[in-house]
Structure formats: structure tokens, C-alpha cells
């Protein structure tokens, strides 16, 4: 078991998944994040390439009208001009084996939506999990692995990651830091996130302080 601080204001967030935990998260997020004097420039990206489903209106934060569209195009739009705050909607799955490079994946739909994005998403961010599944939340984990060797800014303040999962009786949060690898660049390269998928079977692991299979890395708290 580690402890660390968390002492950094962050302006950037991003909430990957949509359903029943990120769509009751968003208008929290997005109040606290405009009313907070200390956060100057906010910044919300919505990731989820689902749909809006007629069983979903039971328990998600949806409506009738909302069926057939993007979970993340309605969530955006919807709060973001109540709020009065910038959040991108990406309605997409993001595949750790399709695209590798989770910020990059993350810069590219930025510059397509507008150029300017690019830029002010540019820090290091707090990442919601609402997803569904431990394959998603491994595969955008080592997505993040991949991007600290891939760019300086995640290198230098990796981001920060609520995990969030519920069955019918009961939930659990997580918050961790992302640096489940050494500070030492050279021993972070492909094979080791490659082998960081096959080896987590949970997230209990993380919270142990070591990845599991034959890397053995120890956790470093965030600084």
C-alpha cells in the first residue's frame, strides 16, 4: 500500500465512457469546474462510440429524444451550453492495438474539430474511467503508459486516474496515479506495454504496487 498528495490544480479533464457513472458525472464535473475560481481555462472530452439505447433511459442520463444519437455528442451539447463550458464530444472507441498513442489519438480528434484545441488540451489531465469492462480500462491505461515515452508533457506530469465501477448492489472508486512504471525511460518501450495488457487481470494489482507477469515495476506516488 503507497500514499501520495495530490497538490496540482487541473483544467483538463476527460470522462472515457458515457453510460450509467459518466453520464451522472458530467454536470458534476462541469459545475464544479466552472464555479472553481481556481480553474482558469476549462476543458471537458467526452470519449464513447455507443448509442443511446431505449433501456438505457431506465438508469443513464437520457432521454427519449436522445435515442439513436451519440452518448458523448448528446452529453456534450447538452452541458456545455448549459454550463457555459467547452467539452468536446469524441464518439469513438479508443483500441490500444489500433492506435497505441492515447494522447495523440486524443490530439488528432482535437485538430480535426478545431486547431486551436489542440493546443489548450495540451496538459496533463485527470481521467475519468466509466467504462464497463477490464479490457477498456487496460486498454486506455497502457495507452497512457505508451503516450509517457511518446511525449515529454505526460513524461514530465503523468495524469491522474479516477476509477469508477458498480454492479447492482454496490460501487467503488479508485484514484491513482499513472506512473506504474519506472522514472528510467530505457526500461519503458512497446514490449512492456504489450506485456502490461496480457499480465493485468485487475486492478487489484495496481494497489498491491507492482504489475503483475515478469515486469514487477513498483509503483512511484505522484509527486
Not at 109 to 119: I, R, T, V
Not at 209 to 219: E, Q, S
Request: aromatic letters at 12%; hydrophobic letters at 40%; proline letters at 6%.
Amino acid at each position: 500500500m503507497f500514499h501520495t498528495r495530490f497538490n496540482r490544480i487541473v483544467s483538463n479533464v476527460i470522462i472515457v465512457g458515457c453510460g450509467g457513472t459518466g453520464s451522472r458525472l458530467i454536470p458534476m464535473v462541469a459545475q464544479f469546474m466552472k464555479s472553481c475560481p481556481a480553474i482558469l481555462d476549462p476543458f471537458i472530452t467526452m470519449i464513447d462510440g455507443d448509442t443511446v439505447e431505449m433501456k438505457n433511459l431506465a438508469r443513464q442520463n437520457f432521454i427519449k429524444p436522445d435515442i439513436g444519437r451519440h452518448k458523448s455528442e448528446v452529453l456534450a451539447e447538452r452541458y456545455g451550453a448549459a454550463i457555459e463550458i467547452p467539452i468536446v464530444s469524441i464518439p469513438e472507441y479508443y483500441q490500444y492495438s489500433k492506435y497505441k498513442d492515447f494522447r495523440g489519438w486524443l490530439q488528432n480528434h482535437y485538430s480535426k474539430l478545431d486547431p486551436n484545441l489542440a493546443n489548450r488540451s495540451v496538459g496533463s489531465p485527470i481521467v475519468f474511467f466509466a467504462v464497463d469492462s477490464m479490457q477498456a480500462r487496460m486498454e486506455i491505461l497502457a495507452g497512457i503508459m505508451y503516450s509517457r515515452f511518446r511525449n515529454h508533457t505526460w513524461a514530465s506530469v503523468m495524469p491522474i486516474i479516477v476509477d469508477a465501477g458498480n454492479e447492482n448492489t454496490f460501487g467503488q472508486v479508485s484514484v491513482y496515479h499513472a506512473a506504474v512504471v519506472p522514472d528510467d525511460s530505457q526500461y519503458l518501450n512497446h514490449r512492456h506495454v504489450e506485456e502490461f495488457i496480457r499480465s493485468f487481470n485487475s486492478l487489484s494489482t495496481i494497489k498491491k504496487g507492482y504489475v503483475g507477469g515478469d515486469l514487477n515495476f513498483p509503483l512511484r506516488p505522484a509527486p
